[in-house]
């Protein structure tokens, strides 16, 4: 018997398990059932889902058992996941966090769940967001501490793949809110460029910062995730011009890069994050890399202010309609970013673009020295329950649109610290060949204490 | 202007639109929100462009 088939079917990876069941080690109706049960004992304290669609997706299992040899092919053949609940489902509800929808089939599939179906995939459940994927602190908890935030907005994504509840969950970021949940819970997370994969159903906080993608527990699953998930959607404009590349091979043989360390991040960090992050560092230099130490022209509140003034604006305006008819049944924080975004002058809205258009070439010119930037994920370690954190590090990713990704690098005061590696427009096979070498150099973190 | 005046000037322009738009009570409600947009526009206002080298640009990957 393989390490991976003596291992409980929840404690693997996709790509791990994917393995067994293609050798058919594992039913599929197996490791559902196994997801199912590690649900059962963790949902309690860490509060990830708002539902589970356990008759569904063992329903789903079972078909996929039993019709194996036609269906063998799919790359994601018995994949469970878990959607961030902005995701359309045609057969469950999706409440964005909104309590006037917690009954609201919409009818109809996202392009990316749409895709994962297709793929085999199967839906575990919707997992919790924060109100309309804003910043209202969740119900979730993080697992490696029940009484600290699991970041947001993808909270219960991070938190249930953290937990091993699922392998695999989709999130959405806007500011920072796959990259700064998947650092804070001890997991990986991908922020692709934008219009790589499609927003088609997914509810929108902003539409020119929105951007989906996969959080997981390895860089291969990761990089699995966005074969199926990326590419051109005739109902997203924003995709017409996706680029793909084969993610699966890019990590095979993956060489150690050059890293633009971007020092302006280490003089925002916490101590202990700083700390953890020049240790990681210095590991990847040790292991081959090559580093050049870099600042940025443009400080980098600015550019996390640009983010903030395009994103409030644009959240106001889709919301207009809604919050005319419901102001109070909004989260408060949440209620108080669309009043407060429908009042900004539009000179000040219109410098914020020209800020990230700057930031942008400025960005560019940094990418040409380096394959990939190199920062903390995250300013600190993961902060009580009454906030879902510093999305000060996460931002300035989503305002220009270029992929990254968080990899674990360390703990600080017992709680995970993430490595954010980003790269250029479309080079997500870079990025990914770029983070599974971390992910071999850097020392996994110890068991999660659940 | 100093940033602290930036950030006076636009506060008090955020809470007169909020009065005409939300009215006082939820202008009292927001007076932590608009502080801190306050603060968030003024480091966008500080910032020295000239038009020709940053048109704006609004959407997310060029």
Redesign the interface.
Known sequence: MSTDAAMAPYDLTATEALRLVRRRELRVADWVRSLLDRVAATESAVQAWVEVNDQGAMSRALEEDAAFSRLASLPLIGVPLGLKDIYATRDLPTAAGFPLWAERVRGFDATAVERVRDAGGIILGKTVTTQFAFADPPKTRNPWNLERTPGGSSSGSAAAVASCQVPLALGSQTAGSILRPAAYCGVLGLKPTYGLISRYGIYPLAWSLDHPGPIARSVEDLALALSVLAGSDSRDATTARARTSDYLAAIRAPRAPTFGVIADFLDFATPGVRQVTLDAVASLSRAGAQLRDLRLATPLPVVAAAQQTIMQVEAAEIHRSLHAEAAEKYAPRMRALIETGALVPSSLYLQAQRIRRRFRQEVAALLSEVDCLITPTASNVAPPRDTTGDRTFQAPWSLVGVPAVTVPSGLSEGLPVGLQIAAGPWEEAKLLSAARWVERVLPPLPALPL | MNADSVILAIAA??AA??ER??GSE?TRA?AG??ET?AE??A???N?D?ELD??????????
């Open positions: 322009d955020l639109a909020s738009r939300w939820r927001l929100a608009i947009l968030t526009l480091l966008v206002a910032v462009l080298d940053a048109e704006p640009d609004f959407i997310g990957c060029g």
